[in-house]
């Protein structure tokens, strides 16, 4: 962990950063990231920025560090870039999920602020030796544990980019080009998807970035809420039903408290293996019938392409027609999967989506952008503002007031945004559709890859059809005794994420105790994979000879 602390040089007023497209080229987002995609070049070898120098900590920069200065965000941020990268290029020698006991920070850290500044040095020193031994690296080569979180050098730069104008775009006038290029981008993200014109914002639906699917989940659903409640009458509220399958997020049932769905009314509708663990249309059917004899109002479905626990995929086209026909509100949660879609090849698990009133996917999980751009696509935006929109005299525009502009702060719960368009512009200007396709290949083949392993191996099995790049497996339990399967997975589950090599993580499906393998990190390799598997392996022989034994 100390390598990346030696021999770092510095650089003067005149660095600047280099971004060599060598790197986006090999479709290698982070390739090498320390080496040749930030390049900060110095002639001055003045000083040593993570040279050790303990009488220095409490020294003041000549004259302070300054809230805001050219010249000192100059030389600070280059400081900062240059750990950072220096991190990437040390990063598999951390163990991959922390090793830390609850509550081991505060121990190393004071129970009060400074009163006196303390120096940039001294704060790596405690990152190194106090933070990062309590990180959980997500983006680790060895990284296989839920769905990925992808960093990239082009969503970081647009991170930066966002941090450095620092504006706050809630309506058009706080800052248009914010506003404009948020509209604009998404338009170019739901053209490579193939959505439907409805989407777009040339006509009355559109985009948004929102900071998590839970969040898109929960702003539709209060649309839809309000949209019902202006047909019914306000009193209704008590009778609405929600409904999904058993293998939705859990962001839907926290959206649906706070919407004031009385939980008693959120149909959690069964799934098995029969379907894949889909959702079938004849269960929603009939479950909707049972409530509207009982009296009460269907108004919310959710469906999901790509489900948490094993990327199941609901069918679209039939859900479609059934909300459609009982004058519901169809949302699509596509949070992981959604990103395949710019590959022809898995467009098609989306087909249905033109039934669909809203549609989310996280460019943050999979697509190269930097944590958090979660993109919400509606066809009548007029039901989020509606819900949402506010008009406070101190906010009151010409442009808005004459309706000309959009205002995002009446697409979402905050007031406040970040300029998180920068982010997603980056990366698709930076890398481009055929190398965001190549990458999105690239993962998938590997999961491939670990799919023939697991099954080239009869202690193990694949439990469900690998459709993306997750596959779920497990080890068979000795002669057969599913009594101690569950046991036995959770013993290997732990096993291998103690040796701190890899992190995978685990779901349950129709009672069974299953582990989870998700390829996605974008500096995951081939030989990464092989070692993960080894790893496995080796952890599974040790327990079946310890069970036996």
């Known amino acids: 962990m100390a390598k990346y602390l030696q021999g770092l040089g510095s650089c003067d007023s005149r660095s600047h950063i280099v971004h060599s497209a060598e790197s986006i080229r090999k479709d290698k987002p982070f ?30 920069m000549e004259g302070g560090l300054k809230p805001m200065d050219a010249e000192q965000l100059r030389e600070n941020a280059h400081k900062m870039v240059d750990f950072i990268a220096d991190y990437y290029k040390t990063i598999e020698e951390f163990p991959v999920l922390s090793q830390v006991q609850p509550g081991y920070l505060r121990e190393l850290l004071p129970d009060s602020a400074p009163t006196q500044p303390e120096s940039l040095q001294h704060i790596f020193d405690d990152i190194q030796a106090k933070i990062l031994p309590g990180v959980t690296h997500w983006q680790s080569p060895n990284f296989f544990a839920y769905y990925p979180s992808n960093s990239s ?21 706080t800052s248009p080009a914010a506003t404009e290029l948020e509209i604009i981008v998404l338009d170019w993200l739901a053209k490579l998807i193939k959505l439907p014109d409805e989407f777009l914002s040339a006509g009355q639906g559109g985009g948004v970035i929102q900071g998590t699917a839970s969040e898109a989940v929960l702003v539709v659903i209060l649309a839809a809420r309000d949209k019902i409640l202006r047909r019914v009458g306000k009193n209704a509220l008590e009778k609405l039903v929600v409904y999904a399958s058993d293998q939705t997020h859990s962001a839907l049932q926290k959206a649906c408290q706070i919407a004031g769905i009385h939980p008693e009314n959120c149909r959690t509708l069964s799934t098995d293996s029969t379907t894949n663990y889909a ?42 027609k059934i909300a459609k026909s009982n004058e519901m509100w169809f949302h699509v949660d596509a949070a992981y999967a959604g990103s395949a879609c710019i590959c022809p090849e898995y467009r098609h698990y989306i087909d249905g989506v033109e039934k669909a009133d809203s549609f989310n996917m996280n460019a943050h999980k ?81 999961a491939k890859k670990f799919e023939e392993l697991v099954a080239q191996d009869p202690r193990f ?9 997750l596959v779920c497996f497990r080890l068979l339990p000795p002669h057969g005794n599913e009594a101690c399967a569950s046991k036995l997975n959770n013993e290997l589950l732990d096993a291998v994420n103690s040796t701190g090599k890899i992190f995978i993580s685990h779901t349950v499906l129709s009672g069974t105790y299953i582990l989870r393998f998700a390829v996605g990190a974008p500096l995951t390799e081939e030989k990464h994979v092989n070692a993960a598997w080894k790893v496995l392996q080796d952890e599974a022989s040790a327990l079946l000879a ?3 034994g």
């Open 31 to 60: 390739s090498n990231f320390a080496a040749s995609s930030l390049v900060l070049q110095s002639s001055s070898p003045s000083f040593l920025i993570f040279r050790q120098n303990p009488e220095h900590h409490h020294h003041k």
């Open 279 to 320: 959702l079938s249309p004849s269960v929603l059917n009939e479950a909707i019938s049972n409530d509207i004899t009982s009296g009460l109002i269907p108004f919310f479905l959710c469906g999901t392409v790509g489900t948490t626990s094993s990327t199941a995929v609901d069918p679209l086209g039939e859900l479609g």
């Open 546 to 548: 310890t069970s036996l």
């Open 461 to 469: 099995e694949i439990v469900t059809p690998r459709l993306y790049s």
């Open 153 to 173: 050098i082009a969503g970081f730069l647009g991170e930066m980019l966002s941090a450095g104008l620092n504006i706050v775009g809630f309506s058009w006038v």
């Open 366 to 446: 999979w697509f190269l952008t930097n944590f958090d751009c979660s993109v919400l696509w509606i066809k009548d935006r007029n039901a989020l503002v509606q819900a949402l929109s506010t008009n406070p005299e101190f906010l009151k525009n010409k442009s808005s007031e004459a309706n000309m502009v959009v205002d995002y702060k009446d697409w979402q719960v905050p007031l406040g945004r970040r300029f998180r368009s920068l982010k997603l512009w980056m990366v698709l200007r930076l890398y481009g559709l055929e190398n965001l396709q190549s990458y999105i290949r690239n993962h998938i083949n590997l």
